[in-house]
């Protein structure tokens, strides 16, 4: 495609710039304070997606924060694409682990530091800049609708609503997002498999006030040291997770796919180098790399409770909290698992405590097909941008919308990545290279390209 990537050449700077101009504000969806630059970055992304030649672009209200739609409808007999990405982004907590803030992107050594650089917006908007790109060279082949959302970082409450209410505008014959990681820059791969998701909190309580550690030390329980003791019991000797029930719904994969699986290159060594760890621990019997994308785990993802300012003060606490997670495989519902987990915590608490569990959101597991004209295609562009043939991998992470957007859609997601796991998202210092997401804008024009073709029988 010489004129798109003419096209691309000439205005990478600007693409660049753009991108650096949406690292700047702070669309935390989690946080309350941050709801008017929520608000502030979809109407960024709005005017984007205009100047990238989009048409029947709007800011969509939700209950919670906007959702921005777009599409560019070139003839309706030929295929669409639907684009999803999110413009929030994770809060940058702890500040002082950053080398520069968070919100003031840093380009060094040709890398992008800000939060948001890898997840998602400049995995997003390698999409808006592939289509302008396509649109002002006369060169979309297909149709394109562009859907960014506002919460996927806390659940995408409102998302399943929205795309309820509109399915006719959302019509279209296969998913595309970029919210995901290649092996390397040197081994593209395409992921395949998702895990589910299950998010919540607890709360321990013991006596109905803080009280002082000399005077009823050792006669009253401590809901801190009661929380970890519930915690600690949550996994057996072998790293399995004690919920009864809990595997139930998992399948094991056969010989010959745990094989297949383990041909995507992974140096372990290397992976405990990059972590500072001296080894590893996980479930007994697989091995890190199946940890990682086709078992399901448990993580507390945060744990507090008592006296945590400077200095000291002996005090008993009368509450103890903790956020957990747990990342579900194909077949295992998140609804069902949040139960079995409510239930099993609650029947683990001892008399001298009371323990309450609040679900937050969740999200099923997901499996793209390998043989479809869509994942050829994407197979093909990568092909042709990185000279080699990518790798189909399992993930470890979740996206719940993939499998929302097979229920009420009727679509199948092509995850289309090409962050890093080294990208430090959801970490400080989150970065992504500018090869990355330059590499993308080359490539997704390729991907519409090549499924135009082949979904009109032409290749």
């Known amino acids: 495609?010489?004129?798109?990537?003419?096209?691309?050449?000439?205005?990478?700077?600007?693409?660049?710039?753009?991108?650096?101009?949406?690292?700047?504000?702070?669309?935390?969806?989690?946080?309350?304070?941050?709801?008017?630059?929520?608000?502030?970055?979809?109407?960024?992304v709005k005017q984007r997606l205009v100047e990238a030649g989009l048409e029947?672009?709007?800011?969509?209200?939700?209950k919670g924060h906007p959702i921005v739609y777009g599409e560019k409808i070139i003839d309706p007999q030929k295929p669409t694409v639907l684009v999803y990405g999110h413009y929030d982004v994770q809060p940058a907590d702890p500040l002082d682990l950053w080398?520069?803030?968070p919100f003031e992107p840093v380009v060094k050594d040709g890398v992008i530091y800000a939060r948001g650089s890898a997840d998602d917006k400049g995995q997003f908007y390698m999409h808006v800049k592939a289509v302008e790109a396509m649109v002002k060279t006369g060169q979309l082949p297909c149709n394109v609708k562009v859907m960014i959302e506002g919460e996927e970082e806390v659940g995408s409450?409102?998302?399943?609503?929205?795309?309820?209410?509109?399915?006719?505008?959302?019509?279209?014959?296969?998913v595309l997002i970029s919210d995901t990681a290649m092996i390397a820059n040197d081994v593209?791969?395409?992921?395949?498999?998702?895990?589910?998701?299950?998010?919540?909190?607890?709360?321990?309580?013991?006596?109905?006030?803080?009280?002082?550690?000399?005077?009823?030390?050792?006669a009253v329980a401590n809901p801190i040291n009661v929380l970890c003791d519930m915690i600690s019991s949550l996994h057996d000797k072998d790293r399995?997770?004690?919920?009864?029930?809990?595997?139930?719904?998992?399948?094991?994969?056969?010989?010959?796919?745990?094989?297949?699986?383990a041909e995507a290159p992974f140096d372990e060594q290397a992976w405990m180098k990059d972590l500072s760890v001296d080894a590893v621990l996980g479930e007994k019997g697989y091995t890190t790399a199946e940890r990682c994308t086709i078992r399901p785990t448990l993580d507390v993802n945060g744990i507090w409770g008592g006296y945590i300012g400077e200095g000291a003060k002996t005090v008993l606490p009368s509450k103890a909290f903790a956020k957990l997670s747990m990342r579900l495989v194909p077949d295992q519902k998140s609804e069902v698992i949040t139960k079995l987990f409510k239930d099993h915590f609650e029947k683990i608490a001892p008399p001298y405590v009371k323990v309450v569990v609040r679900p937050h959101h969740g999200g099923e597991a997901a499996v793209t097909p390998t043989d479809s004209a869509a994942?050829?295609?994407?197979?093909?562009?990568?092909?042709?941008?990185?000279?080699?043939?990518?790798?189909?991998?399992?993930?470890?992470?979740?996206?719940?919308?993939?499998?929302?957007?097979?229920?009420?859609l009727g679509l199948k997601t092509i995850l289309f990545g090409f962050g890093l796991d080294s990208d430090n998202i959801h970490s400080p210092n989150e970065h992504y290279g500018v090869f990355n997401y330059m590499k993308g804008i080359t490539t997704i024009p390729r991907f519409f390209q090549h499924y135009a073709a082949m979904a009109n029988g032409k290749a």
């Open 240 to 261: 399995r997770i004690a919920i009864p029930g809990f595997y139930d719904a998992v399948k094991e994969l056969s010989a010959a796919e745990r094989k297949a699986l």
């Open 375 to 408: 994942y050829r295609a994407a197979s093909k562009a990568m092909e042709e941008t990185f000279g080699k043939k990518p790798i189909p991998t399992r993930g470890g992470g979740s996206i719940p919308i993939v499998a929302l957007f097979e229920q009420e």
């Open 188 to 218: 593209p791969s395409i992921n395949t498999g998702l895990r589910g998701l299950s998010y919540l909190e607890v709360e321990v309580t013991g006596p109905d006030r803080d009280l002082h550690s000399g005077v009823y030390g050792g």
């Open 157 to 174: 409450d409102n998302l399943g609503t929205f795309v309820k209410a509109n399915k006719e505008r959302l019509k279209a014959d296969v």
């Open 56 to 62: 029947q672009v709007e800011v969509c209200p939700t």
């Open 99 to 101: 080398t520069s803030p």
């Open 1 to 44: 495609m010489p004129t798109v990537d003419q096209y691309i050449e000439t205005h990478k700077d600007r693409f660049l710039n753009e991108l650096l101009d949406l690292l700047r504000i702070p669309s935390v969806s989690a946080d309350p304070k941050y709801k008017g630059d929520v608000a502030r970055c979809a109407e960024a």
